[in-house]
């Protein structure tokens, strides 16, 4: 964890197998993690080391075999408002309802104590911070899919999450998006001081976004290395250094 942040997040010994044609193939093996508040931490590897098992496992979608996540010392044992979850998948937005209903919806059924109003004015808040005011009464078919994205983003953030979970979000889009929605993150979770935990296999993004980045290794299926971005002078020197770690 990042010196003078307080731990938020915590995965102590997770081991998570599954079976298949009646043999237990590991996917997580004892991966222990801590994570502060406000950080932005990236767990950069190889596709099929196991990195959205974990993500899951954190969001409480799935229990480990072993081990625990707690999350501000409480174990996570079932999805929450507290860990909520951006998708690869494009069509996370309701269809039938517009861009800020959206949004509005999902603090209706999270936050029943907020008014109206605080509804109102927090989803054009959030939808202003992801760069699409001028798209809240559009339906999510009329958007493309970076600012489909967004829009789950900003949905997700209005809820005030402890943390959010990314699941290689950016994956699909075209270059130009993909930048967009990168400095649309980075910048919404340090304005709000939202902790992120963003899973990926590009090595490119996970130098641009993480304070930290793990490397979920494919052979051990554990964190087998963890960078820290302002220990190396330029963001080509750590991308180097991931390179050399993940050959």
Same mark, same amino acid.
């Given at each position: 964890?990042?010196?003078?942040?307080? @731990?938020?997040?915590?995965?102590?010994?997770?081991?998570?197998n599954?079976?298949?044609?009646?043999?237990?193939?590991?996917?997580?093996?004892?991966?222990?993690l801590?994570?502060? @508040?406000?950080?932005?931490?990236?767990? &950069?590897?190889?596709?099929?080391?196991?990195?959205?098992?974990?993500?899951?496992?954190?969001?409480?979608?799935?229990?480990?075999?072993?081990?625990?996540?707690? *999350?501000?010392?409480?174990?996570?044992?079932?999805?929450?408002?507290?860990?909520?979850?951006?998708?690869?998948?494009? %069509?996370?937005?309701?269809?039938?309802?517009?861009?800020?209903?959206n949004? /509005?919806?999902?603090?209706?059924?999270?936050?029943?104590?907020?008014?109206?109003?605080?509804r %109102?004015?927090?989803?054009?808040?959030?939808?202003?911070? #992801?760069?699409?005011?001028?798209?809240?009464?559009?339906?999510?078919?009329?958007?493309?899919?970076?600012?489909?994205?967004?829009?789950?983003?900003?949905?997700?953030?209005? *809820?005030?999450p402890?943390?959010?979970?990314?699941?290689?979000?950016?994956?699909?889009?075209?270059?130009?998006?993909?930048?967009?929605?990168?400095q649309?993150? &980075?910048?919404? #979770?340090q304005?709000?001081?939202?902790?992120v935990?963003?899973?990926?296999?590009?090595?490119?993004?996970?130098?641009?976004?993480?304070?930290?980045?793990?490397?979920?290794?494919?052979?051990?299926?554990?964190?087998?290395? /963890?960078?820290? #971005? @302002? @220990?190396?002078?330029?963001?080509?020197v750590?991308v %180097?250094m991931?390179?050399?770690? *993940? &050959?």
């Open positions: 964890m990042i010196e003078g942040k307080t @731990e938020l997040l915590k995965l102590n010994q997770i081991k998570k599954f079976v298949k044609d009646g043999e237990i193939f590991s996917v997580l093996d004892g991966v222990s801590s994570v502060g @508040e406000g950080e932005f931490f990236v767990l &950069l590897g190889r596709s099929g080391c196991g990195k959205t098992t974990l993500l899951r496992t954190v969001g409480g979608f799935l229990t480990p075999d072993e081990g625990e996540v707690l *999350l501000s010392g409480e174990r996570v044992t079932k999805p929450g408002v507290s860990q909520m979850m951006v998708f690869q998948d494009f %069509n996370q937005l309701f269809p039938w309802m517009t861009l800020k209903k949004l /509005i919806y999902a603090m209706k059924k999270a936050r029943p104590g907020m008014t109206r109003e605080e %109102n004015q927090t989803a054009e808040r959030f939808l202003a911070a #992801a760069g699409l005011s001028e798209f809240a009464n559009q339906y999510p078919a009329g958007l493309s899919g970076g600012m489909k994205q967004r829009g789950a983003l900003a949905r997700a953030l209005c *809820l005030n402890k943390v959010l979970l990314m699941d290689e979000p950016f994956s699909s889009l075209d270059y130009l998006s993909r930048q967009t929605a990168r649309t993150v &980075l910048r919404m #979770a304005e709000t001081g939202c902790t935990l963003l899973v990926t296999h590009d090595i490119e993004e996970a130098a641009e976004l993480g304070d930290r980045i793990g490397i979920l290794d494919v052979t051990s299926h554990r964190i087998s290395a /963890i960078y820290k #971005a @302002e @220990e190396y002078e330029s963001k080509d750590l %180097n991931l390179k050399q770690e *993940l &050959l």
